[in-house]
């Protein structure tokens, strides 16, 4: 199975900061790397796929980049409501398996 | 709108069984594939098992293989679960997820709520 590994797995961060969340897949992928996010007490829901295009809805502070192996989630300016935690998630394989998330606090 | 309930959870000691549903409203059901997906309290989410729209495909996530059955009955847009042989670290929240594929490109684009599952004596 491909393994997911994100980094960190957590942070703390300002509102008004910059984060880079980022994930790497123990082998090629493509760009199939999707990014959740989810917060206490809810299902998650998609930010990100196809590793960089903005699901609908989704602010445009979040951004993805990457292919092949590794990717990255930015958040060019947190506010509030983004405190969460985030996943990847390949697609490529039928095993469609997630990364260990990293949770974003306040500092 | 799209509508995933899931039902089923519940209390089951080591070894039991149970069985999850998921109902589906508010798309053509038969046109999607289906995943469940789950969370252990406090944990990360898990892929657990995915199922072709036509039900024709099915993979399972190793940890769960020769005990799970995924299945879906389009007529009644519903999609099942069902766990034999459980363990307490089947625990988890148990959350039905749909597919959404493009061209290059296959997310889960709606979760239900969840329903909880507790394996313990």
């Known amino acids: 199975d491909i393994q997911m590994t994100q980094s960190p797995s957590s942070l703390s961060a300002s509102v008004g900061d910059r984060v880079t969340i980022t994930c790497r897949a123990s082998?090629?992928?493509?760009?199939?790397l999707n990014w959740y996010q989810q917060k206490p007490g809810k299902a998650p829901q998609v930010l990100i796929y196809?590793?960089?295009t903005l699901q609908s809805g989704v602010p445009s502070r979040f951004s993805g980049s990457g292919s092949g192996t590794d990717f990255t989630l930015t958040i060019s300016s947190l506010r509030p409501e983004d405190f969460a935690t985030y996943y990847c998630?390949?697609?490529?394989?039928?095993?469609?398996?997630f990364g260990q998330g990293t949770k974003v606090e306040i500092k | 709108e799209v509508q995933l309930v899931e039902s089923g959870g519940g209390l089951v000691q080591p070894g039991g069984s149970l069985r999850l549903s998921c109902a589906a409203s508010?798309?053509?059901?038969?046109?999607?594939?289906m995943n469940w997906v789950r969370q252990a309290p406090g944990k990360g989410l898990e892929w657990v098992s995915y199922?072709?729209?036509?039900?024709?495909?099915?993979y399972y996530a190793d940890s769960v293989k020769g005990r799970f059955t995924i299945s879906r009955d389009n007529a009644k847009n519903s999609l099942y679960l069902q766990m034999n042989s459980l363990r307490a670290e089947d625990t988890a929240i148990y959350y039905c997820?749909?597919?959404?594929?493009?061209?290059?490109?296959?997310?889960?684009?709606?979760w239900g709520q969840g329903t909880l599952v507790t394996v313990s004596s």
């Open positions: 997820a749909r597919d959404r594929a493009g061209d290059y490109v296959l997310l889960i684009d709606y």
């Open positions: 508010g798309f053509t059901f038969n046109n999607y594939e």
């Open positions: 199922i072709s729209s036509s039900g024709n495909v099915i």
């Open positions: 082998e090629s992928i493509s760009s199939y």
């Open positions: 196809g590793a960089s």
């Open positions: 998630q390949q697609s490529y394989s039928p095993e469609k398996t």
